[in-house]
């Protein structure tokens, strides 16, 4: 087989999330329907209009990672990926493995920016205004930023930061990108990842993402757009995909990582395969900033994409009479918008089996995780084809008659009975018109 055509899987994943850090422990509590909602502990938000979000808790980085004194300099987005990292590192069976080629293994990650020095940054800009004259003295700027900004926490803020630590943790010498493309990144990331692999470039990939965004910057910016959820009295269900009553999104914060690994090298070195990517598609919608094109024709595009790769016609029914893909991972935000429009993008694409294909959105627990949140929700999809269960929707009452599709809702639905979990395709849509979308099947 050529480069050209290598198949590429999964052998390894790992995450940190709102609702834990363990794979298998944090399935069972999306089976669960469990939410991770609560106060912002992070800082001061009580004026804030959203003043909750789904956190990462009970995260001991100097207890979960074997050198963490060498990057104690790191933000809290690079440190939930190191230790995701680790996990899928141990789970693909790198962790001592004698054949290990650093220069055949590479990364790809949807990394957000690093830690803000908000405090720092305000005093310095405060000291430097000059209420006589109404003006900025640069001199008293300086002075001050010198005297308490830190070199190392400025130099971490960095996006690229996270390959760094990555690469140095273990010893990767491969192909190293970042992107930076909202909710789409780590969903875009992987796919990129994917076709380094297929085409030769490296035989083994790091893909995935890392974000925080729970700092005061972060949240007033997506408060200002509206798009988050503002029950501040009822934030235990405040994350409502598809729901008549959605009012926006919970930010969450973490990491998903996962091996990527040509087919090939995986058998040499008696890896076992967990599921297998079998396409991608990426598409921009070149129609607004924050706003999604309105017939959804970018995120069909990526979804048509992903599915043409995988040798998948979404609109035919399979040997089985099941429709080709067994569960769609939804980008489901929660905001009239998306949920609208990506409910009429996957009717589009699947004509009269769409409301055959089960369609959920764990955001409705995880809240959502930026620029991590792709590589999250493709772990759940690889979950889905392992265990035959797919996960809910959770807080779907009052379903809006424009989305009318299966859901899943409130309760993990068994799919064993119907077949399993085969195919799946998850979606990521972001600001800009972002649209990327990845297909894994079951390896076979």
Not at 20 to 29: K, L, M, P, T, Y
Not at 270 to 286: C, N, Y
Request: glycine residues 12%; charged residues 20%; proline residues 5%.
């Amino acid at each position: 087989m050529s480069r050209q055509q290598r198949r590429v899987v999964i052998t390894g994943m790992g995450w940190v999330t709102p609702l834990g850090h363990d794979v298998d422990a944090v399935w069972s509590r999306l089976m669960r329907g469990e939410g991770a909602f609560g106060r912002v502990s992070r800082f001061d938000a009580s004026t804030f209009a959203t003043n909750f979000a789904a956190e990462v808790r009970h995260f001991d980085f100097g207890a979960s990672f074997p050198s963490a004194a060498r990057h104690a300099s790191a933000g809290d987005s690079t440190k939930y990926a190191l230790v995701a990292a680790l996990h899928a590192w141990r789970q693909a069976g790198l962790d001592g493995f004698a054949g290990f080629d650093g220069s055949r293994m590479g990364l790809y990650m949807g990394s957000g920016e690093g830690p803000l020095d908000i405090d720092t940054f305000a005093h310095a800009c405060l000291a430097s205004f000059d209420p006589a004259t109404r003006g900025v003295d640069d001199g008293a700027f300086l002075r001050t930023a010198l005297a308490e900004m830190d070199a190392l926490n400025e130099l971490e803020q960095e996006p690229n930061m996270t390959l760094a630590h990555l690469a140095d943790a273990f010893g990767l010498q491969g192909p190293a990108f970042n992107c930076m493309t909202a909710c789409a990144a780590s969903t875009q990331a992987i796919g990129e990842a994917f076709e380094i692999i297929r085409h030769g470039d490296a035989d083994l990939m790091f893909a995935g993402g890392s974000h925080t965004m729970i700092h005061p910057l972060g949240m007033t910016g997506f408060i200002r757009l509206t798009a988050m959820s503002q029950r501040r009295d009822g934030y235990t269900t405040a994350a409502r995909p598809f729901d008549q009553t959605r009012d926006g999104f919970v930010m969450g914060e973490g990491a998903g990582m996962l091996v990527l690994e040509a087919l090939d090298h995986a058998i040499a070195r008696g890896a076992t395969p967990l599921a297998e990517i079998a396409g991608f598609g990426s598409s921009a919608d070149a129609f607004r900033i924050t706003d999604i094109q309105p017939d959804g024709k970018g995120a069909v595009a990526a979804m048509s994409q992903a599915c043409a790769q995988a040798g998948i016609d979404p609109s035919r029914p399979g040997p089985d009479g099941r429709p080709a893909v067994h569960y769609i991972s939804a980008h489901g935000t929660g905001t009239q918008e998306n949920d609208r429009i990506e409910t009429r993008a996957v009717k589009t694409l699947f004509g009269a089996l769409a409301p055959r294909v089960p369609f959920s959105s764990v955001k409705s627990m995880l809240g959502h995780l930026i620029q991590a949140a792709g590589a999250v929700e493709l772990i759940t999809c690889v979950q889905a084809i392992r265990t035959g269960w797919v996960p809910p929707t959770m807080n779907l009452v009052n379903q809006d008659p424009q989305c009318d599709l299966d859901y899943v809702p409130n309760a993990a639905r068994d799919l064993g009975p119907a077949g399993g979990v085969d195919v799946c395709l998850s979606n990521s849509f972001g600001f800009g018109g972002q649209n990327d979308t990845l297909c894994v099947r079951r390896f076979r």
